[in-house]
């Protein structure tokens, strides 16, 4: 197994390998299957194939058509992912162009989704600053609109917690077809179903159907079509 370093300045390719980190500083591209402990950018990244990591990050623009598998992932400026996610943590700080599925623990977004498939994670949390479209949302905690505010420990993420980010009009919300979860506050969306146990819906949302088990609240400003409580029966 290669365990060695490669480091990009400037214009280059990193092939097909095994790395302990692969550290990309101006104009660099990926081909093939890459497994490392690191892989971090700063300028523009892209590239196919896969990547395989512990960690990555990256700042600027970052394009790539492959997968994506690892324990953190943090992007930062534009992302435009082309492939299948799958990490434990994904925080993201701009704006999201994601074409297939994300599957994670957490996601944390500050900014806005160009267009997504399907979003799948047990606690989602997204400040709405730019247009957000997913197809399909699904998770145990989900909260996503512009009254979300995200603020993270640590001294570097309570710095990008506080960094004002403008990716898109104030006009700007949630659209998406299902959302569904066990504990759901939305607002500035425009869905069409929402289905969870506890429900929250905030301002400025149209909904057109919300299915709940337990409680639901609904802020006076939004517009809902059909409401409807289902209750499941027990066994005697």
Excluded: W
């Amino acid at each position: 197994m290669a365990l060695g370093n490669v480091v990009i300045m400037g214009d280059g390719k990193c092939i097909e390998g095994t790395y302990n980190k692969v550290r990309i500083m101006g104009n660099g591209e990926v081909d093939g299957r890459i497994k490392c402990n690191k892989f971090s950018s700063a300028g523009s990244a892209g590239g196919n194939g896969s990547i395989q990591f512990c960690k990555c990050k990256t700042a600027g623009y970052f394009g790539f058509k492959g997968y994506l598998e690892g324990n953190e992932l943090k992007i930062m400026g534009y992302g435009q992912v082309g492939g299948h996610i799958k990490v434990d943590t994904f925080r993201a700080y701009g704006m999201l162009n994601l074409t297939d599925t994300l599957q994670a623990e957490t996601f944390i977004l500050r900014g806005g989704i160009e267009q997504a498939q399907a979003i799948h994670c047990e606690q989602i949390s997204i400040e709405l600053l730019g247009r957000c479209n997913v197809k399909e949302i699904g998770g145990g905690e989900i909260r996503i609109g512009k009254t979300v505010k995200i603020v993270e420990n640590g001294l570097k993420n309570k710095f990008l917690s506080s960094v004002k980010i403008k990716v898109g009009d104030e006009n700007s919300r949630l659209e998406a077809e299902v959302v569904e979860g066990d504990t759901i506050y939305v607002d500035t969306a425009k869905i069409g179903i929402v289905r969870g146990t506890h429900i929250e819906i905030g301002p400025e949302c149209e909904i057109d159907k919300i299915e709940y088990s337990e409680s639901l609240k609904i802020h006076e400003s939004a517009k809902i079509g059909q409401q409807i409580q289902i209750t499941t029966r027990r066994d005697r």
